[in-house]
């Protein structure tokens, strides 16, 4: 799940950097929080959000980006 809030309009042109923070963690449900903070190039915030995720862990030899089911002959 994710949510954010623009606090500013963002123009065509503008630099923008966006920083993130781990605010939570459960280990035994793999369920993470982020706090999410956009900035622009004047270093005002532009954008607060946060987001809700899962973690999987993943078996030895699968891959990440792909999954494993991308990995096996057709």
Known sequence: QFSAQFLRPVLVGDELLMSATISAWNENSGQLGV??????QRH??????????IVFVLAEGEDAAIGPAATQPV
């Open 44 to 53: 005002r915030r532009v954008l607060v959000g946060t987001a809700d995720l």
């Open 35 to 40: 706090s999410i903070e956009v900035r622009n």
